[in-house]
């Protein structure tokens, strides 16, 4: 059973701050692989949508139009924790947040096919 379990989830209102992390498997952390980590989200009554992902070679990120500018991706490879940094947040970005881990990677970083291991959701809510 891998393990990936996302925290930091909470309600904050418009423009403010909230960090999500996500302890992840400690053999991607600890290598240097074609392994891939991302966080996707859910608002109520829509489908699950990619945020950002982070592809190990490279340290390469990827967000979503939306979120470019506003939002963080970055590992802690000392705590297997992947980071998201939420900032400038708005009312749109309620949802509950899905981490994912890959450990293939093959180049699909927005897609949820791409993910083997995912966590429960941590939910977040922007008031106005």
């Known amino acids: 059973q891998v393990y990936v379990k996302e925290s930091g989830g909470g309600m904050v209102q418009a423009g403010g701050s909230l960090r999500l992390s996500c302890e992840g498997p400690a053999r991607i952390f600890s290598n240097s692989g074609n392994y891939a980590m991302a966080w996707f989200r859910q608002a109520p009554g829509k489908q699950r949508e990619f945020v950002a992902a982070l592809k190990w070679i490279g340290d390469t990120t990827y967000y979503a139009d939306f979120v470019k500018g506003r939002f963080t991706i970055s590992r802690d490879n000392t705590k297997n924790t992947l980071s998201l940094q939420m900032n400038s947040l708005k009312p749109e970005d309620t949802a509950v947040y899905y981490c994912?881990?890959?450990?293939?990677?093959?180049?699909?970083?927005?897609?949820?096919?791409?993910?083997?291991?995912w966590g429960p959701g941590t939910r977040v809510t922007v008031s106005s």
């Open positions: 994912a881990a890959d450990s293939s990677y093959s180049g699909s970083y927005y897609r949820e096919s791409e993910y083997n291991y």
